[in-house]
C-alpha cells in the first residue's frame, strides 16, 4: 500500500521552536491548485491510497484544501490533514468547518499539540477541534509532541483529563529544533525500524522519509528526485527498491549503526533520527553501507 505526506505549502500562521519542518528561510513554497490536483490525479494510477495533508499549516488554504480531499474521495484515496488547531476557536466555528471536511470526505484529522504548539494556539482550540471530530464522525488523535521532559506532565494531564485520544511523538531535532536544547535519553536498545513514508514537499521534490528525511543536506540520501523530472511511479519505486532503505525497513537503524561498527554502549545515547543521520549524511559511511547493502548488511547479526 502507497501512502504518502502531501506538503501544499510550507506556509505557517505560527512559528513554533521546535518544527520540523521549517528552517530558517523567510521564505515560504506552495504548490499550484491545479498542479496539485493533477498529481493527485497521478497518485490514484500510481496506487496511492492514502495521502497525509501536512508541511506548513493545510487550514490556511482551507477551501484548496477542501477542494482537493473531494478530489482524493473522488479516486478512493483516503485523507488525513495535519493540523495545529488554530482554526477551531469557538465550538461553532468548529462545526462549520469540520462538516464541510465531512461532506467533502475527510477521513481523519491528526492534532499537533506540545508546550510550544501552546504557546501560540490555546490548548481549548484543540479541545474544540477534537470534540468537533467525534461530533461529525471524523476520526481524530492528538500527536503530543514532548521531549519527555516534566515541563510536559500538564500537558500530558490535560489530555487525560478531558479523555481525549493522543500518542506521544518524541521531538525530532532536524529543522527549528536542531537549535533547541536536549537531554541525555535513557532508553532500551531498540531496532529502530522506519516505515518510512514518503514526503512530496510544494517545489516537488520527493524524498524517502517524510519526518526528518528532507534535512540530511550532505548526502541527501533521502531526495527520491523532482517530479518535474520523473514520474511518480518512478519515484515511489526508487523508494520501495532502494537497498539501504530497505534495510532501515527491515533491519532498523540500530542494527545498521552496529554493523557500521558503533558501540552498543554509544548506540542507546543517539535518538533515532540523529543516529539515522549520523550514518546516512556522512559521505563516508553511506559509501561504505552502500557498497555492502545487498550483501553482508542485511546479514549482519550481532
Ligand atoms: S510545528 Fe506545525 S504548527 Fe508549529 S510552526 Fe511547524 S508546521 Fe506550524
Ligand atoms: S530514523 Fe531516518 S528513516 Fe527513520 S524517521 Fe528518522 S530520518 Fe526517517
Known amino acids: 500500500m502507497r501512502k504518502i505526506a502531501f506538503g501544499y505549502s510550507t506556509r505557517c500562521n505560527i512559528k513554533c521552536s521546535h518544527c520540523v519542518a521549517a528552517d530558517e528561510r523567510p521564505f515560504h513554497t506552495k504548490m499550484e491548485l491545479a498542479r496539485a490536483r493533477g498529481i493527485i490525479g497521478e497518485m490514484a494510477l500510481a496506487g496511492v491510497t492514502g495521502i497525509s495533508f501536512t508541511a506548513g499549516e493545510p487550514f490556511i488554504y482551507f477551501d484548496d484544501l477542501l477542494e482537493l480531499v473531494a478530489l482524493c474521495r473522488e479516486k478512493n484515496i483516503y485523507t488525513r490533514i495535519v493540523t495545529n488547531s488554530f482554526w477551531a476557536k469557538t465550538p461553532e466555528i468548529t462545526r462549520e468547518l469540520l462538516g464541510r471536511l465531512r461532506q467533502c470526505g475527510l477521513g ?4 499537533s499539540y506540545s508546550r510550544w504548539h501552546q504557546h501560540h494556539v490555546p490548548r481549548k482550540m484543540v479541545l474544540h ?6 461530533a461529525a464522525g471524523i476520526a481524530y488523535f492528538v500527536s503530543f509532541v514532548t521531549d519527555f521532559s516534566e515541563e510536559d506532565d500538564s500537558f ?14 518524541p521531538v525530532i ?15 532500551d536498545y531498540q531496532d529502530n525500524r522506519c516505515a518510512m513514508n514518503p514526503y512530496l514537499a510544494p517545489d516537488l521534490n520527493m524524498y524517502a522519509c517524510c ?9 541527501n540520501f533521502f531526495l527520491l528526485g523532482n517530479l518535474k523530472d520523473h514520474s511518480l511511479d518512478q519515484l515511489f519505486a526508487r523508494s520501495e527498491n532502494h537497498p539501504l532503505y530497505t534495510c532501515i525497513r527491515h533491519m532498523g537503524i540500530t542494527n545498521i549503526a552496529s554493523f557500521a561498527g558503533i558501540k552498543s554502549r554509544e548506540i542507546v545515547t543517539y535518538r533515532k533520527c540523529e543516529l539515522c543521520k549520523k550514518l546516512f549524511d556522512s559521505p563516508e559511511t553511506l559509501k561504505m553501507l552502500g ?12
Open 108 to 111: 481523519e484529522l491528526r492534532l
Open 156 to 169: 500530558e494531564q490535560f489530555l487525560r483529563d478531558h479523555g481525549l485520544k493522543f500518542f506521544p511523538e
Open 173 to 187: 531535532y532536524a529543522g527549528r529544533a536542531d537549535a533547541i536544547g536536549r537531554s541525555a535519553i535513557l532508553t
Open 129 to 134: 477541534a477534537a470534540r468537533g471530530c467525534m
Open 211 to 219: 519526518d526528518a528525511g528532507s534535512h540530511f543536506n550532505t548526502t
Open 291 to 302: 557498497k555492502v547493502a545487498q550483501t553482508e548488511l542485511p546479514k549482519w547479526i550481532r
